[in-house]
């Protein structure tokens, strides 16, 4: 298996996964990725509100970049 690590970045916040995830595949890596990045975006909708920000996940290995996840959230209250 290779390890593979998830880093944050939500606007101009970088959060480096220094520990990583033993993963058997990249399609894994893919739902590690999405799943994350689900749980990041409810908590964004809730906790701010849902302004507008978006968010990514940059999954990598150690010959580097695999794959990158990104959201947009961007809710507008008419009442």
């Known amino acids: 298996m290779t390890r593979y690590y998830f ?47 978006w968010m990514a996940i940059d999954a990598r290995d150690d010959e580097g970049p695999v794959l990158q996840a990104k959201f947009t959230i961007d809710i507008k209250k008419f009442r």
């Open 7 to 53: 880093d944050l970045r939500e606007g101009d916040i970088l959060v480096v996964d220094e520990e990583g995830l033993e993963l058997p595949d990249i399609e894994s890596v893919h739902q590690q990725a999405a799943k994350s990045l689900l749980d990041m975006a409810k908590d964004a909708v809730v906790e701010r509100g849902g302004r507008m920000q």
